[in-house]
């Protein structure tokens, strides 16, 4: 019975993370469209255009190779899997142990490693700008994270995503100036990786500037339709993971039946539509950045995480 | 045992003899490889099943000194390294060594250098161990300029020469150290010996630059990518994938067994070598044009992990924190035989595609995924293996290396407190930054539109070096999805050399990875490439099912502008020119200059980018003024007349009596 319920759990996370993650993007769309007064598309406009580009044929370059075919789905099962293994309302499910933070994050490099090489594959100059640039933010946005994730896995004594949560939970954690500066590293590190304003504009295309719509441009279809809905899961990825590790308060500890599953589930919409008006409002004060800028922005993201690191290097209590 | 690998050797250096006699007919580069495939696989297997340590003792060497060779754990891992490297080489040589135009060249060298690796790690005393070093030294010199009427091979092998006889120079020096004045002979006597502290830094430094200018340590790295991609492809990728190997041996050899217990402060150097190591092989290699030379730099990179998970090994054991210290060199050891793995499949992969163009600037291919489909997927599976992406086995060992980090700070000392979170976000850089190196690599030379008629017409590489391929692609696989059977399999040598292990892997559930606790990590390779692929296999099936699975074929898009040559894509300095950009300045002395003429000048604008190759013109170039400055003025003692050479003679004589009786 309890594997069962196991199981249970671990599939509904699975399935709520995707049947969520546009009404995400939809939220903050809204939202942002609210601040700046306007109406805005409909809360579920995600979910039909994706059924819309499902329906459509896929128009493919001539010279589009299989891995310009095969990357959609690689994409999108990358990130599914790693949106999966963050804890959202429970911890402890039944496959939390087969990869920790860092898998999580290297997951998510995987995707971006092919979205590059599928963005050169046709040939066109702006999916090379697009990769190239993308990359160029990964090179420094990757190691924040990475020394981010170092630091509160050394709160926690910890990389399991699980553990650190319980962690966290318990209290034992405390309030950390290293936390706070992982928090900082964590954040940017999320801006920039989900292609938001200030650095990138995921309502744009055609502007000189773009990096994430520049590699897809050559994607119709239900091809599109995947690799929009990985992004719309890498945007859920992100927020959970930082109400997962800093305010994960409301959250199940293991296995105590419906109740506490119900109650972390809600706490945890409404942690995910905090976080998004707080997403949509940065974005609706804030100008984009010029590209050779964004080094500098995330250098802080990196030398802060840096900074957490060596503090919890050189103080246990810090 | 060790006997059977001695014979595996003997039999390699007869292979060679054979060769010179045959090298010219038709036919026998066919022979020759396939006997060393042969022999490679035979000592795989020696090497595999090897029981219990055995030792033997040949009349050979010195007189009355006789030679000693042994087979303990450590060896034996090596012994494995090198003849899976071997095999695949000698697989992939069997196709690709055809088109060789001057086998006479390459056929007598390449078993000696077989041999010659083998001879090395069981080596039991220095004589031999520096016999063997020496000879593998020579005959993969004799394979860098086997074409050596090419630009620059010329050059490659006399920086080659050089490096590889100040590196045999400092490791004499360091074995006559840990000899001591009573000439301890065989590495049985000498780990036994005591140093005092002074001594044994000394011995350090010594084995780090001569086990470092072999691996390729910054800043004795210069010859590795001039030299690696000079050789034919398969003795490249023996060259990077395992001769830099046999280097890390020498080092754990002298520094974790012979050297007795280490200082805390030996880290440090190692530590702080390797990291730099790491970032600037990975930066070099992301501004170069030719494949194979930057496959060479990434080889740096890749040496750098590993010393750098070999310091953090050396710290935890000079605190007496073995368990620790096993898990770093655990990493590390499995780093080195990703290592082999992948950086091999990637130099068949450049060998492939240089006999199928005749190019190695990447900048002249582009497109080859339609061409060389085959060859194109390893290339492709071997340039994940190495950005450490999961599941493959690159990311495996690099998980480890980040485990051991976040051990660290139990250390007591501040010093390596403070620097190890320093070097591991250089690692986290290096690693990606990789990433960008090879969807460049693979993006630029594969993908796209082909650049040059060349190109154009590359057709698919032979059957042998596929099958050497898609072997090594199998092996990342595995590698990645156990593991813990790698693990394991180290766990004879961690207790050899730090009396500590890793608690056994694969009795772990669903054959995860659990190096301390698994309440602090765990890691399972098997299950993640379970959950994408069947998630994967969902998708494209559910969206086939209930969506549209038509296909429409045009031009691409471009955004409304098609049709434009394969000139508009991006390049490779193009693609790399925002990281350029960013670090260039600080690692390069990078800068651009942009002359635009003033609106109504007709002239065109230009851009021009200055970078430095800094190691050599801040080290080597003065070095090498130097010499010849010294050597210009030496020359005129050649010019003598008897008188006074004679009275040189007299002098030196009275200077050295002085200098004994002062001494005295």
Not at chain 1, 194 to 206: C, E, Q
Not at chain 2, 54 to 69: D, M, N, Q, R, Y
Not at chain 2, 184 to 189: I, P
Request: hydrophobic share 55%; with cysteine.
């Amino acid at each position: 019975m309890a594997v069962i319920f196991d199981v249970l759990a671990q599939s509904v996370q699975m399935f709520l993370v995707l049947l969520l993650a546009p009404l995400l993007t939809g939220y903050v769309r809204k939202v942002k469209a609210r601040l700046q007064r306007r109406r805005g598309p409909p809360l579920i406009q995600p979910y039909r255009d994706l059924r819309r580009l499902l329906g459509k044929e896929v128009v493919l370059a001539d010279n589009a190779s299989w891995l310009f075919r095969a990357v959609p789905y690689t994409i999108f099962a990358v990130t599914w899997v790693a949106a999966a293994l963050v804890p959202t309302f429970a911890t402890g499910l039944l496959f939390s142990w087969s990869g920790d933070l860092i898998v999580i994050t290297a997951l998510l490099g995987t995707a971006r490693f092919l979205q590059a090489m599928a963005a050169l594959d046709v040939g066109t100059s702006f999916g090379g700008i697009g990769a190239s640039r993308e990359l160029m933010f990964a090179s420094l946005a990757e190691p924040a994270l990475i020394m981010a994730v170092f630091s509160v896995a050394l709160i926690a004594g910890s990389t399991q995503l699980s553990t650190v949560a319980d962690y966290i939970l318990s209290g034992q954690a405390g309030l950390r100036v290293s936390l706070a500066l992982a928090l900082v590293a964590f954040v940017i590190v999320a801006i920039a990786e989900n292609a938001r304003i200030p650095v990138d504009n995921p309502a744009t295309h055609l502007e000189l500037t773009m990096i994430h719509e520049a590699m897809v441009l050559e994607y119709s279809g239900r091809h599109l339709a995947m690799i929009d809905l990985a992004a719309s899961l890498k945007l859920l990825l992100y927020m959970s993971l930082i109400v997962c590790l800093f305010f994960p308060f409301g959250m199940t500890l293991g296995h105590d039946g419906l109740g506490p599953y119900l109650v972390g589930g809600m706490s945890w919409f409404v942690k995910l539509a905090v976080v998004g008006t707080m997403l949509a409002a940065f974005e609706t004060m804030t100008a984009k950045m010029r590209v050779f800028r964004v080094p500098g922005f995330l250098g802080v993201a990196l030398m802060l995480s840096l900074l957490a690191t060596l503090l919890r290097f050189v103080s246990g209590n810090l | 045992m060790v006997l059977l690998i001695l014979l595996c050797v003997a039999t390699f250096l007869l292979v060679a003899a054979a060769a010179v006699a045959v090298s010219r007919r038709t036919g026998a580069g066919r022979v020759v490889y396939g006997a060393c495939l042969a022999i490679a696989g035979a000592a795989l297997v020696c090497a595999l099943f090897a029981g219990r340590e055995s030792e033997t003792v040949l009349p050979l060497g010195i007189p009355w000194l006789a030679a000693h060779f042994r087979l303990d754990a450590l060896s034996r891992f090596f012994l494995v390294l090198i003849d899976t490297g071997a095999a695949f080489a000698s697989l992939y040589a069997i196709g690709h060594g055809a088109h060789e135009a001057e086998p006479q060249r390459v056929l007598p060298f390449y078993p000696l250098f077989l041999g010659a690796m083998n001879l090395v790690v069981i080596a039991d005393d220095p004589y031999s161990f520096l016999f063997a070093w020496e000879l593998m030294s020579l005959a993969s010199w004799a394979l860098v300029v086997a074409h050596h009427r090419e630009a620059g091979n010329a050059q490659a092998g006399f920086v080659y020469l050089v490096m590889a006889t100040f590196g045999a120079l400092c490791l004499l020096l360091a074995y006559g150290l840990l000899a001591g004045p009573q000439g301890g002979y065989a590495f049985s006597v000498m780990r036994l010996g005591e140093l005092d502290a002074r001594r044994a830094g000394l011995v350090l430094a010594l084995v780090l630059l001569g086990a470092g200018s072999k691996a390729g340590l910054v800043p004795l790295h210069v010859w590795l990518p001039l030299a690696h991609p000079a050789a034919p492809s398969h003795v490249s990728a023996l060259m990077s994938g395992v001769m830099t190997k046999v280097a890390i041996y020498a080092f754990i050899r002298i520094v974790f067994d012979l050297l007795g217990p280490p200082e805390w402060w030996w880290s440090v150097p190692v530590l702080t070598l390797g990291a730099v190591t790491a970032v600037l092989g990975v930066m070099s290699a992301l501004m170069e044009r030719d494949l194979k030379r930057l496959l060479a730099y990434s080889t740096i990179e890749n040496i750098g992990i590993v010393f750098l998970a070999l310091g953090l090994a050396l710290a935890f054991r000079a605190n007496g924190m073995p368990e620790a210290a096993a898990l770093a060199t655990c990493a590390a050891l499995f780093h080195a035989f990703n290592h082999m793995l992948f950086k091999s499949l990637l130099f068949f992969g450049a060998g492939s595609v240089l006999t199928a163009t005749g190019e190695r600037n990447i900048e002249t291919l582009g497109g080859l995924v339609q061409k060389m489909p085959v060859s194109a997927f390893a290339f492709l599976i071997g340039c994940m293996a190495i950005s450490a992406l999961p599941p493959l086995n690159g990311f495996a060992s690099e998980w480890l290396t980040f485990q051991t980090i976040l051990v660290s700070p139990q250390l007591p000392q501040w010093g390596l407190r403070l620097l190890v979170p320093t070097v591991g976000a250089l690692l986290a850089l290096a690693a990606a930054l990789a990433a960008a190196c090879f969807v460049r690599a693979f993006g630029i030379a594969f993908l796209g539109r082909p650049r040059s008629p060349q190109a154009d017409v590359a057709t698919e590489t032979d059957r042998f070096s596929l099958a050497a391929m898609l072997g090594l692609v199998a092996l990342c696989f595995l590698a990645g999805m156990f593991p813990g059977v790698v693990i394991d399999a180290l766990a004879p040598v961690t207790k050899l050399l730090l009396h500590g292990r890793l608690a056994r892997q694969t009795t772990q559930p669903w054959l995860s990875i659990v190096p301390i606790a698994a309440r602090n990590s765990s890691y399972n390779g098997l299950a993640i490439l379970t959950f994408v692929l069947v998630s994967a296999g969902i998708a494209a099936v559910a969206v086939h099912r209930f969506g549209s699975s038509a296909i429409r074929r045009v031009p691409a898009w471009d955004c409304g502008t098609p049709g434009l040559g394969p000139a508009t894509q991006y390049s490779g300095a193009s693609f790399s020119q925002p990281i350029r950009r960013v670090f260039g300045p600080t690692f390069f002395r990078a800068r651009e200059v942009v002359d635009m003429p003033p609106p109504g000048d007709l002239r065109p604008a230009r851009i021009e980018k200055y970078s430095h190759n800094l190691v050599w013109e801040t080290l080597y170039l003065p070095l090498g003024s130097a010499v010849t400055a010294v050597a210009g003025r030496l020359n005129g003692l050649q010019y003598l007349t008897i008188r006074r050479y004679l009275a040189a003679v007299f002098a030196a004589l009275v200077l050295l009596l002085v200098a004994l009786a002062a001494w005295q």
